[in-house]
């Protein structure tokens, strides 16, 4: 069973004195159903399952009166094995998105205060699905995203006493050991080619075997077609699949822009903006803006009409390039350099994003002569984060840190951890404590 940190956020939500009911957020297959019901398990004496997209026929329990004393009695009907046992019963409302209603009704469950109740789903962030009654107030929200880094060490047998050895290491700019740093490095790019995607994990160590978690994202990537093709709109659809499937060309070009021109000779933003719109509310690739200053707050110099696209999952990226792209990574091969740079950026994409940094940000200039990867705002400022497949010169950040305005900055980087005046390295695994 994978272990993840989603799983301590349940239990806390649980022991709130004034507990409201729970959304559970993310793309299709990243672990939300899987959670909830090892939650369940361990934590209620009645579990009740309804997933609309699997039981449509269910979703004629919302239709009528959404007070919970009603629902029950059809409950009754409709699902006459369930349970509703006062203070032990987790009522779990699966792909949600699907039946309107009973998003609505969430505001009653959380009135009546009888029963946990937990919604999930893949496409809550699509507008034209939302119901006109949605229950502010009522919903706490968790956003789920497919395994970190951290969560893949679990996976693969790491203990908790050498990730704190590693964190140690961090907070201290001490080198690693030899010996743990060599590992780290192996399973960092073992993560670059699996990802996250729980199946795809569980493929991966159940055999030691690549091929059979290529497999899996490949059955992933047709699970998104799908995604795309079902709840897009039609004008959207076929666009958006285009986009979704540029990004590994987008992320090979040497300017990393995303370019409506790689998705189709001739394309525009007035063609496609709508569809990667859409990609983002589906929580199937995020943003990544161009800034026109480094300062703080760095969403008032947003450049809208030029940013990158980082796919949700990092093994999902490295899944759409050909299966040799896999192999250079795991070997460090130099013949696929012209992917190599994407993908690292893409990786520490992966990392941010599942530490909450969900609005990302770099700096590259017109002239192309200095670019900052990342922008990372804090209470200490911006703090800027240059990134390197391989461990060559960072001029951007040794530029960039001869500023006072900047107190320090990181290299992440195939190296150990260093310091030298303000700029610190972290090999590239630590990304997972930034």
Not at 9 to 19: A, E, I, M, S
Not at 251 to 269: D, I, M, P, R, T
Not at 385 to 405: I, P, Q, Y
């Amino acid at each position: 069973m994978l272990r993840r940190k989603v799983s301590d956020d349940l239990v806390k939500w649980k022991n709130k004195g004034d507990r409201k009911c729970l959304m559970l957020r993310g793309a299709r297959q990243v672990g939300k159903t899987f959670s909830a019901r090892a939650f369940a398990e361990e934590n209620f004496e009645a579990f009740i399952e309804i997933n609309f997209l699997k039981q449509p026929t269910l979703k004629d329990i919302f239709k009528g009166d959404l007070d919970v004393n009603s629902l029950l009695k059809v409950f009754s009907l409709y699902l006459p094995e369930a349970r509703f046992v006062q203070g032990k019963t987790l009522l779990f409302l699966d792909e949600i998105q699907e039946c309107p209603e009973a998003i609505t009704s969430l505001k009653f469950w959380r009135e009546d205060g009888r029963f946990c109740v937990i919604a999930s789903g893949s496409m809550l962030g699509i507008d034209y699905k939302r119901p006109t009654s949605y229950p502010v107030g009522s919903v706490d929200c968790i956003d789920m995203y497919p395994l970190d880094f951290r969560e893949f060490l679990w996976a693969a047998g790491v203990s908790d006493e050498i990730i704190q050895i590693l964190k140690d290491s961090f907070d201290s700019l001490t080198p690693v050991s030899e010996p743990i740093h060599k590992k780290m490095t192996e399973l960092l790019r073992t993560y670059l080619i699996t990802g996250g995607m729980p199946d795809v994990v569980n493929a991966y160590f159940a055999g030691n075997s690549a091929a059979d978690a290529d497999e899996k994202q490949r059955a992933v990537l047709n699970d998104y077609k799908y995604d795309i093709a079902h709840f897009a709109k039609a004008e959207d659809k076929i666009k958006a699949e285009k986009c979704y499937f540029s990004i590994p060309d987008q992320l090979s070009k040497e300017n990393h822009k995303f370019q409506y021109s790689v998705v189709e000779s001739g394309g525009n933003a007035r063609k496609y903006k709508n569809s990667v719109d859409w990609l983002s509310d589906a929580n199937l690739v995020y943003r990544c803006v161009n800034v026109s200053k480094m300062s703080v707050p760095l969403a008032s110099y947003r450049d809208e009409k030029n940013f990158r696209l980082y796919p949700s999952d990092i093994g999902l990226l490295t899944a759409m390039f050909d299966y040799s792209v896999k192999d250079g990574l795991m070997s460090g091969s130099t013949q696929i350099k012209h992917a190599k740079g994407g993908i690292y950026k893409a990786l520490v994409a992966d990392m941010l994003i599942k530490n909450g940094h969900t609005d990302l940000y770099f700096r590259k200039n017109e002239q192309a002569t200095f670019e900052m990867e990342f922008l990372l705002e804090t209470e200490k400022g911006v703090i800027p984060v240059e990134v390197k497949a391989g461990n060559s010169r960072s001029r951007s950040l040794d530029t960039m840190l001869k500023k006072d305005e900047y107190l320090y900055g990181y290299k992440l980087a195939d190296a150990n951890v260093g310091k030298v005046g303000k700029k610190i390295t972290l090999p590239l695994y630590m990304g997972m404590f930034l």
